[in-house]
T-cell receptor, first 112, second 116 residues
Framework: AQSVTQLGSHVSVSEGALVLLRCNYS??????LFWYVQYPNQGLQLLLKYTTGATLVKGINGFEAEFKKSETSFHLTKPSAHMSDAAEYFCAVSDFREKLTFGTGTRLTIIP | DSGVTQTPKHLITATGQRVTLRCSPRSGDLSVYWYQQSLDQGLQFLIHYYNGEERAKGNILERFSAQQFPDLHSELNLSSLELGDSALYFCASSVGSSGGALETQYFGPGTRLLVL
């Protein structure tokens, strides 16, 4: 069985500061990893995904994540936060056969 | 706009009742997935259909059922509703049948269900 743990249900950062959202996974097979964003009153939108190859993955809106097998982590970062980044972020894991398994989400607040 | 549409946006009903949620996938997508998002359970996968056939089941209650029609739209039927069924129900679609990993799932805006 696969699972995802997102550390911190709420994260606040100042505008212009580094955004770091943490995700650790558990998987018995090489995982596929995803970050989704949910803006208020909207569905989920894919930010980025890791399947194979380069471990540093770049996504939309300036976000990137690094797959670290030794740490079973897939943390999401953005160098400089913008007010429009305020949203809820979900990390998810899958193998190529199975459904997406989501974490509990991290609500990101940007302080002006 | 993801191209996935869901109706209705909001639904208020009473315990014991039955409701139907509708989803139209993006043009060209053959897969439809249903998810439930609630405060206590988080975002949970319910069921996956590909081109009219059920492909995978998740944490879907026996009181819930779904189907995908020849025109590829899907309906999620929730019956004998309980207070705990109050949640946001999302539909997502993708082109093929591989489920979670190899394809991007595009999510609709959701249907918010309130059971009183």
């Amino acid at each position: 069985a696969q699972s995802v743990t997102q550390l911190g249900s709420h994260v606040s950062v100042s505008e212009g500061a580094l955004v770091l959202l943490r995700c650790n996974y558990s998987s018995s097979v090489p995982p596929y990893l995803f970050w989704y964003v949910q803006y208020p009153n909207q569905g989920l939108q894919l930010l980025l995904k890791y399947t194979t190859g380069a471990t540093l993955v770049k996504g939309i809106n300036g976000f990137e994540a690094e797959f670290k097998k030794s740490e079973t982590s897939f943390h999401l970062t953005k160098p400089s936060a913008h007010m429009s980044d305020a949203a809820e972020y979900f990390c998810a894991v899958s193998d190529f056969r199975e459904k997406l398994t989501f974490g509990t989400g991290t609500r990101l607040t940007i302080i002006p | 706009d993801s191209g996935v549409t869901q109706t209705p946006k909001h639904l208020i009903t009473a315990t014991g009742q039955r409701v139907t949620l509708r989803c139209s996938p993006r043009s060209g997508d053959l897969s439809v997935y249903w998810y439930q998002q609630s405060l206590d359970q988080g975002l949970q996968f319910l069921i996956h259909y590909y081109n009219g056939e059920e492909r995978a089941k998740g944490n879907i209650l026996e009181r819930f059922s779904a189907q995908q029609f020849p025109d590829l739209h899907s309906e999620l039927n929730l019956s004998s509703l309980e207070l705990g069924d109050s949640a946001l129900y999302f539909c997502a679609s993708s082109v093929g049948s591989s489920g979670g990993a190899l394809e991007t799932q595009y999510f609709g805006p959701g249907t918010r269900l309130l059971v009183l």
